[in-house]
């Protein structure tokens, strides 16, 4: 196993109270920290995959479910998602997260949980800021279920990606304020932050500033540990290449330093396009490139003091249709590279040989609706992505002409963008045409593929 930067007693001292910026003062890591690890390496997954006897409830043809594959895989921290339908209240009684976690307990993997919801009623309406039900909806999750009280619970992520206003910060406090009431050992933050530019981009969308860390020291009062969010590594640059995942990290880590002084972050999100399907960053990456970038963040962490650990995004899909960010798929039967890398960082050894930096041998191109009508020119391994904004596409319509040129990896409805996603990989060589008709027009894109 690789030499770990930070000890368990370097860890509990931070944690059982000393101080970092002003009056801000630290918290126990729950009742077991003399049993925790000296570094965290984990992933974020929904809590609807793990569940027993639900409809998404994950297990691979060996009969393992994810928190079995992550045990094999040695990560020691699953973060906790829940995405659902429901107001303010967990869909999991208590019975079901004491059975989920007690599991993952005895497989040596501690709780991050983040209460979720997708429903508009957490929100103030017409706005961003939270509303009462965000409270009502954390409220039920760590105290009415009480996981705020599970041994295998280490913290609770309040609000994932919140935008930094003064309305959300006072809220989030008083969430602190009756959390830490019931609770005052048990560690809180909040994933990720986000603080509007003004600005749009062409779709009409908001552009925001992401994990500025000069903007994250606005929840000083809100954290007992900074959860960042790093993102990036698959945005190629312009004529080709890629971030320095090492050396992007860190920066990042050094500019969060200059700011925060010596209070502990986790890396609690980091990824990069697998390259079967579109992210919800529009990027597209590969198994390679994915592979390298988690080495690189995970070297990064390793040898940077005072930080905690790192945790991808994602383990598994949420939804049902495909996710770019995964590193486990077809219901746990296959693992992407990534997840390889994480195994030997997490155990000093991986089952499969890795040879990293891993060669990319292929590029991948991204296009959207103005580039109707182009002619592009790949070569064989190279993948495209499509990113359409359509109301209304049949993909029963959809044509690929040309036989055995490209093969469509994936091609989905994104409902949280409201898009249309797909991949294709060039097989062989040839020239093909990408027919998609769409809202009374059509979109076509002219492929010729050199060997």
């Known amino acids: 196993m690789r030499i770990q930067f930070f000890s ?26 003399h049993l925790l690890p000296t570094h965290l390496y984990g992933a974020s997954v929904d809590m609807a995959n793990l569940v027993p006897g639900t409809a998404e409830y994950t297990v691979n043809r060996n009969g393992e479910d994810l928190i079995d594959i992550a045990h094999r ?35 040596g993997i501690w709780a991050i949980i983040l209460p979720e919801s997708r429903s508009p009623s957490q929100y103030v309406e017409g706005s961003e800021n939270l509303s009462q039900n965000h409270s009502a909806l954390v409220e039920d999750f760590v105290v009415n279920k009480k996981l705020g009280q599970n041994p295998d619970v280490i913290a609770v992520d309040i609000k994932n990606e919140v935008l930094l206003t003064d309305h959300n910060l006072k809220q989030l ?6 959390l830490k009431s019931v609770y005052p050992s048990l560690l809180l933050t909040a994933g990720g932050w986000k603080t509007d530019t003004g600005k749009k981009d062409s779709r009409g969308r908001k552009i925001y500033n992401w994990n500025f860390p000069k903007d994250g020291v606005m929840l000083s009062n809100v954290v007992d540990f900074y959860a960042v969010h790093l993102y990036g590594f698959d945005k190629s640059y312009v004529g080709g290449g890629y971030p320095d995942p090492f050396a992007t990290t860190a920066t990042y880590v050094g500019t969060m330093r ?63 249709y495909p996710d770019g960010w ?56 190279d993948r495209i992505g499509l990113v359409l904004a359509a109301q209304s596409l049949q993909t029963k319509d959809m044509r690929v002409s040309g036989s055995n040129i490209l093969d469509q990896v994936s091609f989905f409805r994104d409902l949280f963008d409201n898009d249309f996603k797909g991949v294709f990989v060039a097989k062989n060589a040839g020239q093909s045409t990408i027919t998609v008709p769409h809202d009374g027009k059509t979109f076509v894109l002219h492929v010729i593929v050199s060997p």
């Open 326 to 381: 995964t590193i486990v798929n077809d219901n746990g039967n296959y693992l992407y590279p990534a997840a390889y890398v994480m195994q030997k960082f997490a155990t000093g050894q991986s089952q499969i040989q890795l040879d990293l930096p891993m060669r990319i041998t292929s590029q991948d191109f991204l296009f959207t609706n103005i580039d109707s009508r182009k002619v592009i020119k790949i070569k064989v391994g």
């Open 258 to 320: 200059d700011v925060i002084g010596n209070a502990p972050v986790l890396i609690e999100e980091f990824g990069a396009g697998n390259g079967d399907a579109v992210t919800d960053a529009d990027t597209l990456g590969s198994k390679e490139l994915a592979a390298n970038v988690y080495a690189g963040v995970l070297q990064a962490a390793t040898t940077n003091r005072g930080i905690l650990g790192a945790l991808a995004w994602i383990f598994y899909r949420r939804e049902a």
């Open 173 to 178: 406090e008083k969430e602190r304020e009756l």
């Open 73 to 107: 895989l040695g990560l020691n921290v699953f973060r906790l998602t829940v995405r659902d339908n429901a107001l303010n209240e967990s869909p999991y009684s208590q019975k079901q997260w004491d059975s989920v976690l007690s599991k993952m307990r005895r497989n």
């Open 8 to 33: 368990i007693v370097f860890f509990c001292l931070i944690l059982v109270g000393v101080g970092w910026w002003g009056t801000h003062r630290l918290v126990p890591i729950a009742t077991a920290c």
